[in-house]
C-alpha cells in the first residue's frame, strides 16, 4: 500500500511541475484581464448569459409564470445577439419592429 501512496505523490509532483511550467511559460497571459478590460476573466459566454436570468431571479424573488420566464429569456436572447453582431439594440430592436432584417 505504501508503493502505491508514493506512486501517486510522484504523479501529483510531475503534475505540478507541468502546471508550473505552464504558468512560468505564459506569465503575459494570467491576470491579463485585469490589465485589458477587453479580455473575459472566463471563457464561457453561455455562463455569463445565464448568470443575468439567476440575478434577475434574485432581484424579483423569482418569476411569477412560465410565460414570464420564456418571454423574458426570448427578449434577452434577441439583445444578446444584436450586442454581439455590434448593432445597435435600439436600432437592431426598430428594425425588427418594422419588418426590416436585423441578422444578415
Do not use: W
Not at 511559460?25 to 485589458?36: G, P, R, S
Not at 453561455?46 to 448568470?51: G, H
Not at 453582431?85 to 435600439?90: L, Q, V
Amino acid at each position: 500500500m505504501a508503493s502505491k501512496q508514493a506512486y501517486q505523490k510522484q504523479i501529483a509532483k510531475k503534475e505540478e511541475a507541468k502546471l508550473l511550467r505552464r504558468l512560468d511559460k505564459y506569465i503575459e497571459n494570467h491576470l491579463l484581464f485585469l490589465t485589458d478590460f477587453r479580455v473575459y476573466f472566463d471563457d464561457n459566454m453561455s455562463e455569463r448569459d445565464l448568470r443575468k436570468c439567476k440575478n434577475r431571479q434574485k432581484m424579483s424573488g423569482g418569476f411569477r409564470t412560465e410565460a414570464g420566464i420564456k418571454m423574458y429569456c426570448n427578449i434577452l436572447s434577441v439583445i444578446e445577439t444584436i450586442k454581439r453582431r455590434k448593432i445597435g439594440i435600439f436600432n437592431g430592436i426598430k428594425d425588427m419592429f418594422e419588418g426590416r432584417p436585423v441578422f444578415i
